[in-house]
């Protein structure tokens, strides 16, 4: 077979890994078998693929028979993908034209007690493999220039911290607040736990470092009308309130500080209904301008608003923090005055645990509530509150009458915050606050390269936090600034001009903001903000959208070559079913790893395809494995709310949907289709869920449309 005038010369290399593999998996077998295949010119074995042994022997091997394509069968890619790549590149070979497979996770390690089919699956997997390497392109690895400036948006004490980190490392930086005044929510704060050092000291010193440093430029009343380019070269236009002029800036990289606002607890506990019942946040602003007339009886609420079965279910992490601070300055202004907390459960994280100690040596009273049976606040002719509660420790209905009633409302995403969510066209978690690419390896970055975020437009967290996380986005931003230009990812999208009639399918489907419809004309991909999940390529109608190295030609290469041997194995009761599973390259291919490393053993019919996102996978590849004969298809990906390209996995779940309908025109059972999910920590369900659907196409037979179903 030839692509273009280039001969296909490919080489498949297979590793033992001591035991590891070869124990279970006969390779030399493996060997012999992928020297029968289509255009491979040489294979060989190695104890250790990866030895230094391992990758000379594929250099020479590349030189020695002038290699086209490298196909390495061996462990997860996770760990060598790039080892392997290195060396194929040593060798002057493209690195994009190596292609890995599992056989030790995905295959010796989870089939230990079956050697005879483990070595035939792993032959599947190679032929697989050879399959789409045959396809593969070289890629390049585009180099972006970075500008050494960067936009912070949000004045309050985090978006000030950023500003002035960066500001001190030598950035210009362009601070963009919504207010005539910097200082955010901190403004309206009086002392901070733990060290009770006045908020307004800390403000003061922020605010005039900030103004002093020449290197901020200071946008106040302003707001972010719309943002256009990439990462390394921002176009932003500012609009001042109240005005229609607009002003443009250019920057490298932007930090989303936008903050929060405390949630108002409308319609609950009499608040706004009667001036005694206030949030935590009112009373402070009450202490710092001397505004509380002096309590004989305060009752403080938790989790008002918060940790509901719907709506606001997240706990704000901070609010008993803050009613443990403000009860104790209470105590320390009006020594005898009686506190009484009213909780679900109190969360004092870390050293805070300390703090709830000195609480309860201060005569401060804890009381439990039941959330099914919530405190109960009435006003009385006098003027005073009556608080009526079920302790559960007593078992007891409890009435407090109380002077003021102090609700601990959650923090909670803002008007602005989720307008600015769609301006950067970057996602918003399910509790509203802005969604980070990775909450441990990436915490303070967006999926969409160089925007970060810090501060409570993140979640709820306190000042000392927004401050330590302030710093983390200012060094992320930093590094590629520092730098001067970022190597980014060569698997891109790429729209293939004769064919796509312009739809703009894939323009909708992309929420990274890579492709752009144009009026005439197709489609232009943005490469600089294409992440590579392929989710556009599945969406186009006609195939005219592609990702590179995933392209439509090199996926369906690899499921005919896994089906076109259509032998059906064993019959009748020991019919044993070949099954397609898709896998997303982040979380689900990862739980499969884990199934391997943990030695969790499930049937081995399943041969897993490596796809960048569910969301990837194509109505298209999943006809093509039916009518070629697979007897089940699985699409896994990431738990919902954890994909890596946000949300490509509802796009994948809604596409299985759409397709089991049109498997009844085939003939084809819905229930040979299935999609699921599982984080990287998800071996065990992983498994489960394998041997769960081995067992219902078991059950169901061997697909219809399968030649020689029956009898080969
Ligand atoms: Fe795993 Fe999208 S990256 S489903």
Redesign the pocket.
Known sequence: METGKEELRIGVFICHCGFNIGGVVDVPAVVEYAKTLPNVVCADENLYMCSSAGLSLIKEYIKKYNLNRVVVTSCTPATHETVFRNACEEAGLNKYFFEMVNIREHCSWVHMHHPKEATEKAKDLVRMAVAKASYLEPLVEPELEIKPSALVIGGGIAGMTAAMSLARQGFDVHLVEKESELGGMLRYLYKLQPTERDASEILHEAVTAVKANSRINLHTSTVIKEVKGFFGNFDVILQRHGSNELKQINVGTIIVATGAEGFQPLGMYGYKENENVMTQLELEQRLKNGGLKKPKKVVMIQCVGARERTGRTYCSRVCCMIALNNALLLKKLYPDVEISIFFRDMQTYGEYEDFYREAMENFIDFIRYDPDKPPKVTSKPNGKLAVTVHDVYLKAEVEIDSDLVILSTPLVQHEEGRKLSSVLKVPLGLDGFFFEAHPKLRPVDFSSEGIYVCGTAHGPKDVNESIAQAYAAASRAAIPMAVGKIRTEAVKAWVDTEICVGCDACEVSCIFNAIEALTFGHPHVVEANCKG?GVCAAECPLGAMQLRHFKDQQILAAIEALLKPKKLRGSGENFEPIILCFA?????YAAADLAGVSRIQYPHNVRILRV????RVDVLHILKAFLNGADGVIVT??LIGD???ID??VK?KSRVETTKKSLKVFGIDLERLEIGFASSSEGQKFATMMTDFVERIRKLGPNPLRVGAGGD
């Open positions: 999940c997303c390259q982040w979380c689900s960048p996102c569910s969301g990906g990431c994909c890596h390209y490509g996995n994948a």
